[in-house]
């Protein structure tokens, strides 16, 4: 892809993921089969079929922190999340995140972290789910275990997100915020699984490893359509 063609394809895109792709010539494509460390990514809840979203809006009950919501709109990059290891287990760049491990979602526009606690969320009283920290760095409550059916997380199968402290899933069921965020949908954290708490990767730009001439670790990155 060409520096020509970089603004349109990209035009949806924050700052740094344009830097990124107009500096390294991404490809179109759908290279790689799993998700990778370092990628940058949407999330789309297959129920309700709207994207995990966050923006400087704090709640206005509970915690009072960043809020966290479903969004129908696909071009918003306000919806881009980095995938990011924990403070205790680093994911090393390029690398595909396994089924059962521990990640974090750090959202790309603000640096805060994908959080959930025993606050009751604003709509439906389940658990809150919020978006905390600052240039990335939190606390323990934001930590998510990935929960996929084989060795590692596939792009094309829909997987839950455990909240590692609370043992509570990512989720939504529907409720629709009023001002500032009308037509949002409400993102909590359930106890039990079900169709309210299945994700899919949808766009993104992924990391992929690949081997140097030196023989040492040299990454390339792949995106899909913005």
Not at 115 to 131: D, R, T
Not at 154 to 160: D, H, I, N, Y
Request: charged share 20%; aromatic share 8%; glycine share 10%.
């Amino acid at each position: 892809m060409g520096i020509s063609n970089c603004a349109a394809i990209t035009q949806s895109l924050p700052t740094l993921l344009l830097l990124l792709s107009c500096i390294f010539g991404l490809t179109l494509g759908t290279e790689l089969s799993f998700v990778t460390c370092g990628s940058v990514i949407k999330l789309l809840n297959l129920k309700h079929n709207v994207r995990l979203h966050s923006h400087d809006v704090r709640y206005g009950s509970g915690s009072g922190q960043q809020s966290v919501t479903g969004v129908t709109a696909v071009e918003d990059s306000n919806s881009y999340w980095s995938i990011r290891g924990t403070r205790d287990a680093f994911c090393h760049r390029g690398t595909p995140v396994k089924c059962g491990q521990t990640i974090r979602l750090t959202h790309v526009n603000t640096g805060r972290n994908l959080h959930s606690h025993y606050f009751a969320s604003p709509l439906s009283s389940n658990q809150e789910v919020s978006a905390f920290g600052d240039e990335g760095e939190g606390d323990h409550l934001d930590e998510w275990t990935v929960q996929c059916g084989g060795s590692v997380w596939k792009r094309e199968e829909a997987v839950r997100f455990r909240h590692k402290a609370t043992d509570a899933l990512l989720s939504v069921t529907g409720e629709q915020y009023g001002r500032p965020i009308h037509g949002q949908r409400e993102v909590h954290a359930m106890p039990s699984p079900s169709q309210h708490s299945l994700w899919k990767v949808m766009e993104g730009i992924f990391m992929k490893p690949s081997e140097s001439s030196m023989g040492s670790r040299d990454y390339s990155h792949t995106h899909t359509e913005f």
